[in-house]
């Protein structure tokens, strides 16, 4: 499974947001029109097609919808330092 990756750039500050998404186990409940709750087990969403189509949005392994597997986002400030210019030396 290739992860996502998308970068924030906020304003004048130097510092930016680096999110990393994954997608997990299905949830999809396959028994809920019986009142009951099965999973089919697929651990990981693989994309069924390439970046920017339809099918990307399949898991290959179960059939169902991206938004059926548990989302992980990861957070990450980058800071960027730039050292003041000393002048008095």
């Known amino acids: 499974m290739k992860k996502r990756q998308v970068v ?9 947001v680096v999110r990393n998404v994954r ?3 299905c949830q999809k409940n396959h028994a809920a029109n019986i009142g009951g709750h099965a ?4 651990r990981e969403f ?10 990307a949005l399949m898991c ?3 059939g169902c919808h991206r938004n059926f597997h548990r989302k992980e986002v990861q957070n990450e400030v980058v ?3 730039t050292p003041p210019n ?3 030396a």
């Open 60 to 62: 290959a392994a179960c």
């Open 46 to 55: 693989m994309a069924s097609g390439e970046e920017g189509t339809g099918s």
């Open 39 to 42: 999973v089919d087990g697929c």
């Open 8 to 16: 924030v750039k906020t304003g004048k500050s130097s510092s930016s």
């Open 86 to 88: 000393d002048s008095n």
């Open 23 to 25: 997608y997990f186990e």
């Open 79 to 81: 800071c960027e330092y």
